[in-house]
């Protein structure tokens, strides 16, 4: 329990970071200079102002300086990596603690994206691409198995793990390029951007085939449906509404983490 006590202020920390990522990535922004400041009045933002959710509250969710609203996405970020972080250390930590780390990177990862494409509809690629590296560089020390290991592919020391890991990175990957290069042939308009297809290979790297597979199908499921909803009842135009698939795939992946995790 200590352990999951420790892992949750970590990951109350490690939130706080992602939402500097979330805001300055897509922006092409530095996330180590400047030091935290307010975006409206731009007044570096003090220690005892930036301490993860606890700030927010004693604030009232406003800037101390020019009482601007700090986004509720602050705390939501920092909480919800937090907890997860608890979860995983909590539940993993005694028997697998390598494994216990690696879900917490990457289940950040993810809140990252889910958050980044909402907010920006944009998908870093230090999130997406690092996160391919990360999994590939996990899944030598975590053991993947999935489609090649039930094969029974014969590979040397701990290869087939790290094979596993590209393959669940490439195949979705290449078949989510695939539908919307299709799609942008037959409608004459993208309907898909590279960095859903890098965040797809960024689960498969970590979690495997079967689980990037489940995370497309649990996605465009909830991204159709929802989407939908929201155009409707938004009377926004479906044929220039961008959608943040990317926030429904980071979702889905968190389900499939959760999934995959129990075995």
Same mark, same amino acid.
């Given at each position: 329990?200590?352990?999951?006590?420790?892992?949750?202020? !970590?990951?109350?920390?490690?939130?706080?970071?992602?939402?500097?990522?979330?805001?300055?990535?897509?922006? =092409?922004? *530095?996330?180590?200079?400047?030091? *935290?400041?307010?975006? *409206?009045?731009?007044?570096?933002?003090a220690w005892?102002?930036?301490?993860?959710?606890?700030?927010?509250?004693?604030?009232?969710?406003?800037?101390? &300086?020019? %009482?601007?609203?700090?986004?509720?996405?602050?705390?939501?970020?920092?909480?919800?990596?937090?907890?997860?972080?608890? &979860?995983? @250390?909590?539940?993993?930590? %005694?028997? %697998?603690?390598?494994?216990?780390?690696?879900?917490c990177v990457?289940?950040?990862?993810? @809140?990252?994206?889910?958050?980044?494409?909402?907010?920006?509809?944009?998908?870093?690629?230090?999130?997406?691409?690092?996160?391919?590296?990360?999994?590939?560089?996990?899944?030598?020390?975590?053991?993947?198995?999935?489609?090649?290991? !039930?094969?029974? @592919?014969?590979?040397?020391? /701990?290869?087939?793990? @790290?094979?596993? *890991?590209?393959?669940?990175?490439?195949?979705?990957? !290449?078949?989510?390029?695939?539908?919307?290069?299709?799609?942008? /042939?037959?409608?004459?308009?993208?309907?898909?951007?590279?960095?859903?297809?890098?965040?797809?290979?960024?689960?498969?790297a970590f979690?495997?085939?079967?689980?990037?597979?489940?995370?497309?199908?649990?996605?465009?499921?909830?991204?159709?449906?929802?989407? &939908?909803?929201?155009?409707?009842?938004?009377?926004? =135009?479906?044929?220039? &509404?961008?959608?943040?698939?990317?926030?429904?795939?980071?979702?889905?992946?968190?389900?499939?983490?959760?999934?995959?995790?129990? !075995?």
């Amino acid at each position: 329990m200590l352990e999951a006590g420790i892992a949750l202020l !970590f990951g109350l920390i490690a939130g706080s970071f992602l939402n500097v990522c979330i805001y300055r990535w897509p922006r =092409d922004l *530095s996330v180590v200079k400047p030091r *935290s400041h307010c975006t *409206s009045c731009e007044k570096t933002i003090a220690w005892y102002d930036n301490i993860p959710v606890v700030s927010f509250v004693a604030l009232g969710g406003r800037c101390r &300086y020019c %009482q601007a609203r700090i986004p509720f996405r602050y705390p939501v970020v920092e909480l919800a990596t937090g907890l997860l972080f608890f &979860y995983w @250390v909590l539940s993993r930590w %005694q028997d %697998q603690p390598v494994f216990a780390i690696k879900m917490c990177v990457f289940t950040a990862l993810a @809140v990252g994206l889910i958050f980044s494409d909402l907010e920006e509809r944009i998908l870093p690629d230090e999130m997406t691409l690092g996160g391919v590296l990360l999994g590939l560089v996990f899944a030598y020390f975590v053991p993947l198995k999935d489609v090649l290991y !039930f094969a029974e @592919v014969q590979l040397p020391g /701990k290869f087939l793990s @790290v094979a596993e *890991s590209a393959l669940g990175a490439a195949f979705p990957a !290449f078949f989510l390029w695939g539908a919307g290069w299709l799609y942008e /042939k037959i409608r004459h308009r993208q309907g898909l951007g590279l960095g859903d297809v890098k965040l797809i290979a960024m689960v498969g790297a970590f979690l495997g085939l079967h689980s990037a597979l489940l995370t497309l199908i649990l996605g465009s499921i909830a991204g159709s449906i929802v989407g &939908y909803a929201y155009i409707k009842f938004t009377h926004k =135009d479906a044929s220039t &509404y961008e959608l943040p698939f990317g926030t429904f795939l980071g979702l889905a992946a968190l389900v499939a983490a959760f999934g995959w995790g129990m !075995f």
